[in-house]
């Protein structure tokens, strides 16, 4: 079992949803957390409900300046959780070119603009813990989310990847894949979502699997396993479900 006493981790996009409750989790588990989210009034609320040490870092990820920034400013940390993300809901019939990119950008690019200074860092000094939230909707085609599963995809097969090349270091990768959560960003959807949670039992799971060495969890756990599955299913039955 992990233990994150007297660690530092970084949280990007800390500023609200999953992010913020998962910073309180990380706090009463001992760990100084860093907060990063474009918002920093939002941010300094969340650091004001912390029970241990934090510190605020805003940056916005789309901004390799910034992120730079931000990185010099956090400096040596033990971990670092990847949370950031924007959401649209898109029929294909609706295409909207800014929101597809902005989603890529954020989801996607953020992540890699990020990890583009952590890990070298723990590289050099072979030690770090790397947590990438991906998504439910990344393991297969899903009825309007063209941008966001295709982005979340991507940085689940980064995490992957990441996996790979790491596994002989001691340096640790995990891939967290929640289902819906209660957020501002779900509240953009407009039928009924599966198995929804909110945030602080969510991040109880996100937490407890951080603390193990497992590499991937899904959840909740049988929505999880059926989006799993479907990666296996062919594609006349697949597409004939969703």
């Not at 939002?42 to 990820?61: F, I, K, Y």
Request: aromatic share 10%; net charge positive; with cysteine.
């Amino acid at each position: 079992m992990r233990d994150f006493a007297g660690k530092t981790y970084w949280l990007v996009g800390a500023s609200e949803g999953l992010g913020a409750a998962l910073a309180e989790k990380l706090s009463g588990a001992g760990a100084e957390v860093i907060l990063s989210a474009r918002s920093e009034a939002r941010l300094n609320e969340v650091a004001t409900r912390l029970n241990g040490p934090s510190r605020v870092v805003p940056m916005d990820v789309s901004d390799a300046k910034s992120v730079a920034n931000a990185a010099r400013d956090v400096g040596d940390i033990d971990g670092i959780v990847y949370l950031a993300g924007v959401y649209w809901p898109m029929h294909a019939s609706a295409w909207d070119s800014d929101q597809v990119l902005a989603m890529m950008d954020i989801n996607v690019m953020g992540a890699a603009r990020v990890l583009g200074h952590v890990v070298p860092q723990f590289v050099a000094k072979d030690a770090g813990h790397i947590v990438i939230t991906g998504s439910l909707s990344g393991f297969r085609g899903l009825p309007s989310a063209t941008g966001y599963g295709a982005s979340k995809a991507a940085v689940m097969h980064m995490a992957e990847s990441l996996r790979v090349d790491m596994r002989r270091s001691n340096v640790a990768v995990q891939l967290v894949n929640p289902g819906f959560i209660r957020t501002r960003l779900t509240d953009k959807n407009n039928f009924a979502m599966p198995f929804i949670m909110d945030p602080a039992p969510a991040a109880d799971i996100f937490l407890r699997h951080m603390r193990r060495k497992k590499f991937s969890c899904s959840f909740p756990w049988g929505f999880g396993a059926f989006f799993r599955v479907s990666q296996f299913f062919p594609d006349w039955l697949y597409y004939r479900i969703f």
